[in-house]
């Protein structure tokens, strides 16, 4: 099995080395540069599984850095920012910017090893398998309101953003959004689209009572779920999709409360998660809405999805608003 490719870019020789020798003890294959064009030009040379980037640094920063790989390389490495900047406002720019994750300095080794580990999984999980046929008891009754279950990974914070700030309100339907990141993240995340959305938004709590017309938004670390009785559920299940809170059991769920009238929608994202939930919703002949790979900032969440479900829809970013809500309104007609 080949090892995993990780470039490093730090300015600071005694971090570089000492990232270097640490990774490469436990069976990384390195290479090490003090700068961003260095590494932009051991990029276009070699495949790399992972980049580990600082982000102050001469010339060019380490969020430029992902800028440019994001931009000229494919496929792209899982990307890591590590930096002495600990403020909300720079861990929040770093990961709206297209890092999958960030660590600040000073830092545990076994917590980067921990964290690298998790997201070289996420990047080579295998494809979904499609041989198990998926069957979902239908809804017969139908619902005193209609869902929209959301996904989204890298890159999710300015695209839901983006997209809940364009909906207009839906009274007679919940939002339950699933985003890969931290609890520090997502809390920020509600407390900023509390005031630029239509509906209130909140994160899940255990037990709370959906209300039609509100965006629920799953907490850190735990994943969210929806009972027959249209209440949240939050429970400490395994990760899956090396995920948690994960979008499938989110959805698998929805699928049994909602059946047809619910909508899923699969944002940008690294990995594959949203992708097999996606296929219980569509068991029920609910709709999937998917974006355009070519405007995520991550591809393979939307690619997996729109591979693992032919009737999905490729939906460009900025018309995804108005489908959500067309589809809304067709769930009346059923």
Not at 72 to 98: D, Q, Y
Request: glycine share 6%; net charge neutral; hydrophobic share 45%.
């Amino acid at each position: 099995m080949p090892s995993t490719r990780v470039l490093i870019v730090d300015d600071d020789p005694s971090m570089l080395e000492d990232l270097r020798l640490y990774l490469q003890h436990h069976g990384c294959d390195v290479v090490a540069v003090d700068n961003a064009t260095s590494a932009m030009t051991a990029l276009h040379r070699l495949a790399f599984d992972i980049v580990i980037t600082d982000w102050i640094m001469p010339e060019i920063s380490g969020i430029e850095l992902i800028y440019q790989v994001r931009k000229t390389i494919s496929p792209v490495p899982v990307i890591l920012v590590i930096t002495g900047l600990n403020s909300s406002f720079a861990r929040r720019h770093a990961l709206e910017s297209g890092a999958d994750d960030f660590l600040a300095k000073p830092f545990e080794f076994i917590e980067l090893k921990h964290r690298i580990d998790i997201l070289h999984n996420r990047q080579s999980q295998p494809a979904p398998s499609l041989t198990k046929t998926i069957t979902v008891p239908p809804v017969h009754d139908k619902p005193p309101f209609y869902c929209v279950a959301i996904a989204a990974s890298t890159g999710g914070p300015p695209v839901l953003t983006r997209l809940l700030s364009s909906l207009p309100m839906l009274p007679d339907t919940v939002l339950l959004v699933v985003l890969h990141s931290p609890g520090w993240a997502l809390e920020d995340m509600v407390q900023r689209l509390n005031k630029s959305v239509s509906m209130p938004i909140a994160l899940g709590r255990d037990g709370m009572k959906l209300e039609p017309g509100n965006i629920y938004l799953a907490p850190g670390d735990r994943h969210m779920l929806v009972t027959g009785s249209f209440r949240l559920r939050l429970t400490d299940d395994p990760p899956e999709n090396f995920v948690r809170p994960a979008a499938d059991p989110l959805f698998r769920s929805v699928a049994k409360a909602f059946g047809k009238y619910s909508v899923g929608v699969i944002l940008t994202g690294m990995g594959q998660d949203g992708a097999q939930g996606a296929r219980h919703l569509a068991a029920v002949d609910a709709a999937i809405l998917v974006q355009d790979p070519d405007s995520a900032i991550a591809r393979s969440m939307p690619e997996t999805a729109l591979m693992v479900n032919p009737k999905a829809f490729r939906v460009a970013l900025e018309n995804l608003p108005a489908r959500i809500t067309a589809n809304v309104q067709l769930l009346s007609r059923k």
